[in-house]
Structures are given as C-alpha cells and as structure tokens.
C-alpha cells in the first residue's frame, strides 16, 4: 500500500512538472514570437493590499480571492481554515492620476477543489487630446481590463495546482483590443513545516492587432517561498517571504521580499522591497482582522520623483 500511494504522488509530480515547464515554454516562445514592448503592464502591477505592502512576493504567500491574480494554486491554501468563502475589494492610487480596481471572490468546493473570479481594471482619466499646438481639444480616458476565472486542485496533500483564464481589454482614445490570457501556478508545502513553495507562469495568450501594431502579453514566471513562524506563548505570527519574477520579453528580473507579523490574528504589520525596479523599492502596510471582516492597506514609494502609491483593500471571510 504505501509503494502504491509512494508511486500515485511520484507520478502526479511528473504530471504536474511536466505540465508547468510546457507553460514555461509556451511563454518563452510567445516571448521571442515578436518585437518590441510588452503591453498591459497592469497585468504586471499587484492586487492586493497585503501583497503590494510586501513587494508582491506572492508566488508561495497568496491565498484567498488575491491567488486569482498571483497564483491560482493559492486558492486552496488553507490560510483561513473553516472559511469557504472570502470577498477582496481593493482600491489603489498610483502613477500620473491611475487608478487601478480588483474584484475577487473564493469560493471552496469542498476539501480538493476551490473556484475563483475576479475583475481587474485600471484607468487613466484626463489625457489631453492634442493635434496642433496650443489648447488642448479635449480629454480622455484610458482603460484596461481583466475578468478571469480561476480553478485550483490539491493533487495530495499540501500540492496544489490552479488555473486562471482572463478575458482581456484594452481602449485608448477610439482604438481598442481584446485578448485572451492564461495564468498557471503551483504550490507545495511538504519539505519543511511551515514553508511553501510557489510558482507561477502569467499572461500566456494573445491580444488582437491595436491600431494594426501586434500587441504582447507580458508574459512572465515568478517563483519563491513563503515560510511562516507560529508563536503561540505570544499568539503571534511572522511570515517571511522571497519571490524571483521574469518578464520574458525583458532582460532584467526582479527580486522581491516581503514580511508579515501578526497578533492574534487581528493586528499585521507588514513591510517588503524590489530590488531591479525601474520604478518601486520599498513598501509598508498593516491589516486589521475583526470578525469576517478586514481592512488592508499599502504604501509603496515609487522612485524617480514618481510620488508615492496608496492601496486599500476590504475583505469579507465566512
């Protein structure tokens, strides 16, 4: 019996990894499909207050609704056992007057099985319209837009695998594009009690011609680790957190790290950096957890005299 469930793991282990490096293959190769600058670089930025407080090290960190954006394998994490369903809203204030929405929502089916949706917007409002020198001729606003829906399955024990297929839109002025992205994550916490290891593969798929120019996804892998401490005779807890991500049409990939220390699950302090970002370094938040509800906020500070980012996030767990 135990060589039966010995080979059953080793074999849905093969499964899964082969799987994932097709993924990765798959990215690379939409990758080196053409030139130039990726697009829908929303699709790079972070979706939850608790992430972007820790530098978006997600990869083995996310769960709940916020796994529709950085791992859909985290959509089973049990972070929050005994709660089958759980509502993200977040709000975020960034660069030159944007403004970016999430709308996520979890839902557990039973012990294998977790479902999620999710909406993504960012706007940019006020953009002159200018075709001649002199007074602008009026304004606009620039809009980009994700709706995906997300599936994950635990394979065994503390492996899991999900999947998020987005919808994807894009208008700027007239002109506009549709698309269609997948997003491909794993996570595994067997090795060593209290760390999980995450990995994901994002923005694999294809837009329609913009203004006939070919627009790319941002196609992407990120991987880390997430190693959380209990502390009982302080009812306290700290999770330390390390992701690598890569846009594969770029050359330089990002580091990021990220903390997080809790008081009987109700009070969180939060803090991370991004070590190769052209435009964000540090970042703090806190969260504060009272019954179903919850309250997260980030602050990131964007460098090259950019000002600073302020993201609020309200959760509903029952």
Same mark, same amino acid.
């Given at each position: ?11 849905? @282990? *093969?499964? %899964?990894?082969?799987? =994932? ?50 791992? /859909? ?13 759980? =509502? ?12 970016? &929405?999430?709308?996520?929502?979890r839902m557990r089916l ?10 993504? @917007? ?10 001649? /020198?002199? &007074? ?45 992205? %997948? ?30 120019? /070919?627009?790319?996804?941002? *196609? ?11 502390? /009982? ?18 050359? #330089?990939p990002l580091a990021r790290?990220?903390? &997080? ?5 109700? =009070?969180? %302090? ?18 504060? #957890? ?20 302020? @993201? ?7």
């Amino acid at each position: 019996m135990q060589h039966y469930r010995t080979s059953s793991l080793t074999l849905r @282990t *093969a499964i %899964v990894s082969v799987f =994932f490096v097709s993924a990765v293959l798959a990215g690379a190769s939409q990758a080196r499909a053409g030139a130039g600058a990726t697009g829908l670089a929303f699709l790079k930025l972070g979706a939850s207050a608790r992430g972007v407080a820790m530098g978006d090290a997600m990869s083995g960190a996310a769960s709940g609704a916020a796994a529709t954006f950085y791992n /859909p394998a985290g959509l089973g994490a049990d972070t929050t056992i005994g709660k089958d369903f759980e =509502f993200l809203f977040m709000h975020k204030e960034w660069i030159q007057d944007s403004r970016t &929405e999430f709308l996520g929502a979890r839902m557990r089916l039973g012990k294998q099985h977790s479902l999620g949706v999710s909406v993504l @917007t960012t706007t940019v409002a006020d953009i002159e319209i200018r075709t001649q /020198p002199g &007074e602008a001729q009026g304004t606009f606003t620039s809009r980009d837009l994700g709706v995906g829906l997300s599936y994950c399955y635990e394979l065994d024990p503390g492996l899991r695998i999900g999947l998020t297929a987005r919808f994807l839109y894009e208008q700027i002025l007239v002109d506009d594009a549709q698309g269609l992205g %997948v997003d491909a994550g794993m996570q595994y916490e067997g090795l060593i009690d209290g760390l999980t290891l995450g990995a994901a593969v994002a923005n694999i798929g294809k837009m329609a011609e913009f203004r006939s120019e /070919p627009l790319k996804l941002p *196609a992407l892998i990120r991987a880390g680790a997430a190693y959380r401490l209990d502390i /009982p005779d302080l009812q306290s807890s700290a999770i330390l957190a390390g992701d690598i991500e890569n846009v594969f049409a770029e050359s #330089q990939p990002l580091a990021r790290i990220g903390g &997080e220390c809790g008081f009987r699950d109700l =009070f969180f %302090v939060r803090a991370g950096y991004q070590f190769g970002s052209e435009g964000r370094g540090l970042s703090l938040g806190g969260g504060l #957890q009272y019954g179903v509800f919850g309250v997260d906020y980030g602050f990131s500070r964007l460098s090259n005299d950019l000002g600073n980012g302020h @993201t609020v996030a309200l959760r509903v767990e029952f």
